[in-house]
């Protein structure tokens, strides 16, 4: 499975962005599609996971409420809407899927990862 990640760019604070995590190589159904970020110095973070299968998402509590995970099966693209955006959400977006279509906020439990879009956020 490949991973392809965009859709980064700088905005300002309370602005929004969409994110997007192109899924190629195989069918991944069954998978489930996890987005991390992490800003300079910082360790990974989890941000929002979705499982392919039935749709049910998970947040990390830093962006419940203020970002949307969602996917769209006709072009196996996962989707990571950001609203009202901070500056400390500025890092790079990273977004990665487990085959086994487990929900999990380390980031050892993804199989596959795509490469970083990054995400600035200005005062």
């Known amino acids: 499975v490949q991973l392809q990640a965009s859709g980064g760019g700088l905005v300002q604070a309370g602005g929004s962005l969409r994110l997007s995590c192109a899924a190629s190589?195989?069918?991944?159904?069954?998978?489930?599609v996890g987005w991390f970020r992490q800003a300079p110095g910082k360790e990974c973070e989890f941000v929002a996971a979705?499982?392919?299968?039935?749709?049910?998402?998970y947040y990390a509590d830093s962006v419940k409420g203020r970002f949307t995970i969602s996917r769209d099966s006709a072009k196996s693209t996962v989707y990571l809407q950001m609203n009202s955006l901070n500056p400390e959400d500025t890092a790079v977006y990273y977004c990665?899927?487990?085959?086994?279509?487990?929900?999990?906020?380390?980031?050892?439990?993804?199989?596959?990862w795509g490469q970083g879009t990054q995400v600035t956020v200005s005062s």
């Open positions: 979705i499982r392919w299968s039935g749709g049910s998402t």
């Open positions: 990665a899927a487990d085959r086994g279509g487990n929900i999990a906020t380390d980031e050892y439990g993804y199989h596959y």
């Open positions: 190589g195989r069918t991944i159904s069954s998978y489930a």
